[in-house]
Nanobody, 110 residues
Framework: AQLVESGGGLVQPGGSLRLSCLAS????????VNWYRQAPGNARELVAR???????TYADSVKGRFTVARENAKRTVYLQMNSLNFEDTAVYYC?????WGKGTLVTVSS
């Protein structure tokens, strides 16, 4: 089983990015998928979750700005991030059960 994140990069405050997580080795549609992030010096935190039936939950810090979605036919989960601010700078990780991706770096800087 493997998860590969993509879509990170450098963005100005107020900007947007869309992260993708491509899964392999899973019966993808059967799993909940989580997005976590870890900023330097901070613990890893749960940002968003999408269940196998499409229900979503978000950390309070990103509610109204981030949207998680899944496309089972493509074995992919997306994290649309809008109105980014400096505090969103982190490595973002995709997670299914005990499997983690290597992460993709998001840097918000002017």
């Amino acid at each position: 089983a493997q998860l590969v994140e993509s879509g990170g990069g450098l963005v100005q405050p107020g900007g947007s990015l869309r992260l993708s997580c491509l899964a392999s080795g899973f019966t993808f549609s059967m799993y909940n998928v989580n997005w976590y992030r870890q900023a330097p010096g901070n613990a890893r935190e749960l940002v968003a979750r999408i269940t196998r039936d499409g229900s979503t939950t978000y950390a309070d810090s990103v509610k109204g700005r981030f949207t998680v979605a899944r496309e089972n036919a493509k074995r992919t989960v997306y994290l649309q991030m809008n109105s980014l601010n400096f505090e969103d700078t982190a490595v973002y990780y995709c997670n299914i059960a005990a499997t983690w991706g290597k992460g993709t770096l998001v840097t918000v800087s002017s």
